[in-house]
């Protein structure tokens, strides 16, 4: 690794040359006009009262159950053991289902306490454990009403020729056809639309089991309580998605910001700039992201998350975007004016979530670098040696995104830039986010806390590292890309 002092080397290892001295403060930094945006304000509910609702649901889902007989049945019998099986397995996959699409709702109650990458991860799995529940559910309706009957008779009677079977059918073909898309092999060979479009057929999927559900399952038929908890289940769930997921896409829309700026950063890196009356409707802090969708032709429909690179103030939003794909470009390449509708921001890694008494370390990497800079705009000015330390990931000096500004932060606030620049291969330290590298180049990193943002190689190789080096898991900070 390389000091600040150091010019950092090319891809081949080799140093460059010198770097610049440290400007005055940084161009893109507010005007003394500008005042930071309102920050996003703390949910009032508790994490461990969301879990104990989350937890709530299933004990009753499952009582439902037991209460009529579901124990019993398992020792009753060959054929009331299966249809046993097939209701718990049922009611349990469509309690999944419904506690996934509370946590898609974005709920600023669940979104603010845990981070949108958590709560997507749950989601997935979530999602992962329905898919298995409803081809339990599948394979044991099909054992036990072959009961008397060749299996094949069976399988056309639980797909067409009884009542509400046939959509209870496609909506079990359309949760395998998402969970299929979501494996990540399969998921990185499609475009981002592709996936979301296909994914939104879970609803289409949870609604057609509703239907037989309320209609045909044992525990609901007849119009009483358990009927009633299962339809209002339902309601609440379409009421969060409506207020949470579209009431706030559909409000972003209608107070789009514009843009105002794009300038080239890197080679295939450009900043870009929003602003706009629908700022004082926005509340935001360092450390988050928006998705933003263009309201042009043919890209309306497309939502694209991109993190914010400098504080958020009342002289707009600046945001960080490296050409990805035709997506990314298109942004890039929008005339200045064009309206763009700004979803969240999102993002509970925001400077309320370090601690002031510990010094700070941040591993960034690639477009990582956007939330850093950031935050270290909002950090506080310390003294020489107190200040934050960044270490900067690049593959050659082009990828060093943002660095004088960077280097102009850390050292107000008493900090520095360390740079690991080149191919992999080329580098003199064998795992550079290994413990004895770590301590090698910050002496103090075990009293430190940390930040990581970058790849997942190297979120996975940092904190590897930094634990190693005895940084404590609670201390080292860091968000997933949830796509």
């Keep these: 690794m390389t000091t600040l ?62 209460g009529q007989g579901g124990v019993r049945d398992l020792s009753a019998g060959w054929t009331p053991a299966w249809t046993s099986i097939s209701q ?57 009403w072959s009961d008397g009957q060749s299996l094949w008779q069976s399988l056309v009677d639980l797909t067409g020729r009884e009542p509400y079977m046939a959509g209870a059918t496609v909506g079990a073909l359309l949760v395998a056809l998402v969970t299929i898309t979501s494996i990540r092999s399969i998921r990185r060979s499609l475009s981002y639309e592709t996936w979301y479009f296909v994914h939104l057929t879970a609803y289409v999927g949870l609604a057609l089991a509703f239907a037989h559900e309320v209609v045909l399952g044992g525990h609901f038929t007849g119009g009483g309580a358990a009927w009633w908890f299962w339809v209002l289940a339902h309601v609440a769930v379409v009421v969060a998605l409506l207020w949470g997921r579209w009431g706030r896409l559909l409000a972003s829309m209608a107070r789009p910001l514009r843009l105002t700026s794009v300038q080239p950063v890197a080679p295939g890196t450009v900043e870009i700039r929003l602003a706009g009356k629908g700022l004082r409707h926005i509340e935001a802090d360092a450390g988050q992201f928006a998705i933003l969708r263009p309201l042009a032709a043919r890209l309306w429909w ?94 050659s000096t082009a990828e060093l995104v943002h660095f004088d500004e960077l280097r102009a932060l850390a050292q107000a606030r008493g900090g520095t830039v360390l740079t690991l620049v080149g191919p992999s291969a080329t580098l003199a330290v064998g795992d550079p986010f290994s413990a004895d590298s770590l301590r090698s180049a910050i002496p103090d990193v075990a009293e430190r806390q940390a930040f990581v943002c970058g790849p997942e190689r190297l979120i996975a190789a940092a904190r590897s590292g930094l634990r190693a080096a005895g940084v404590p898991h609670s201390c080292i900070h860091f968000e997933r890309s949830w796509w």
Excluded: N
């Design 5 to 66: 002092e150091t010019p950092p080397p090319d891809a081949s290892g080799r140093p460059t040359a010198p770097l610049p001295p440290v400007p005055p403060p940084s161009p893109s930094a507010p005007s003394p006009a500008a005042q930071p945006l309102p920050l996003p304000r703390t949910p009032k509910v508790r994490t461990a009262e969301v879990l104990v609702g989350f937890w709530a649901f299933f004990v009753v889902v499952v009582g439902l159950w037991i």
């Design 88 to 144: 718990i397995t049922g009611l349990l996959a469509s309690a999944l289902g419904l506690a996934g699409l509370v946590l898609v709702a974005r709920l600023r109650c669940i979104e603010r306490r845990a981070g949108l990458d958590h709560v997507f991860v749950w989601h997935k799995w979530l999602g992962s454990s329905m898919a298995i529940l409803v081809g339990l559910h599948v394979g044991a309706s099909l054992v036990y």
């Design 302 to 395: 497309q939502g694209h998350p991109f993190s914010l690179s400098a504080e958020p103030t009342t002289a707009g939003l600046r945001f960080t975007v490296k050409d990805r794909g035709d997506a990314s470009r298109a942004i890039t390449e929008l005339p200045i004016g064009t309206r763009i509708a700004v979803e969240g921001p999102y993002g509970a890694l925001t400077p309320d979530e370090l601690d002031p008494h510990r010094r700070l370390v941040m591993v960034v990497g690639g477009v990582g670098v956007a939330p850093a800079r950031a935050l270290l705009q909002r950090l506080p000015r310390t003294g020489p040696g107190d200040g934050p330390i960044v270490l900067f990931r690049a593959r």
